[in-house]
């Protein structure tokens, strides 16, 4: 290899070791998206409230062990082989994730498992129909957003909340299990 720039060098170097260690390790690599759900609820200050919502998505290599299927990895931003993450719960312990052998330094850095509390992490493949789909979401959620802000501005906001309370009389009750968990983040 030839560059008249070392850092070139270097990166055609890295790629090339990369790929050779990671073809004679035989592991079958497919794109996955991650899914990130994040909200939380919470006060701010004495007397007032928030709730939040994002929801995000990024592409990431799944590479699957020739010899054993349970054995799923993905790189890091360096190049280096580890544990493919797991899905995970909002208001999961990360000391979970760091006994299944995934150093916290790394988990941390590389956004590997160690990850905030109030995230819910799921996986799929990274075909066009999801991507489409997930894109649809978060197109809808932005809609939302700007449904509020027109329905919530100062020229409507006192009708707005006449009809807020008088749709919530109207509406009925949620569900024992969603009760639960809005009384769970209350608390």
């Known amino acids: 290899m030839r560059a008249t720039d070392i850092e070139a060098l270097r990166a055609s170097v890295e790629t090339y070791c990369s790929d050779y260690f990671l073809a004679k390790a035989g592991l079958v690599w497919e794109g996955w998206l991650e899914v990130l759900l994040r909200g939380s609820d919470f006060a701010i200050g004495r007397d007032a409230m928030s709730e939040d919502l994002r929801i995000e998505y990024r592409p990431l290599k799944r590479g699957r062990h ?44 590389w956004n590997l498992g160690a990850r905030d509390t109030d995230v819910e992490v799921s996986y799929l493949p990274d075909t066009p129909a999801n991507s489409a789909a997930l894109d649809h979401l978060i197109t809808s959620l932005r809609l939302l957003r700007l449904r509020l802000s027109d329905f919530l501005e100062q020229e409507n906001i006192g009708q707005a909340v006449v009809a807020l309370q008088q749709q919530a009389l109207a509406l009925p009750g949620p569900t024992a299990p969603a009760a639960a968990k809005v009384q769970d983040s209350v608390l």
């Open 66 to 109: 020739p010899d054993d299927q349970t054995r799923d990895f993905t790189l890091t931003p360096h190049g280096t082989a580890v544990p493919f993450p797991t899905p995970k719960r909002a208001g999961f312990d990360e000391r979970e994730h760091l006994r299944k052998g995934i150093d916290q330094n790394d988990a941390r850095t």
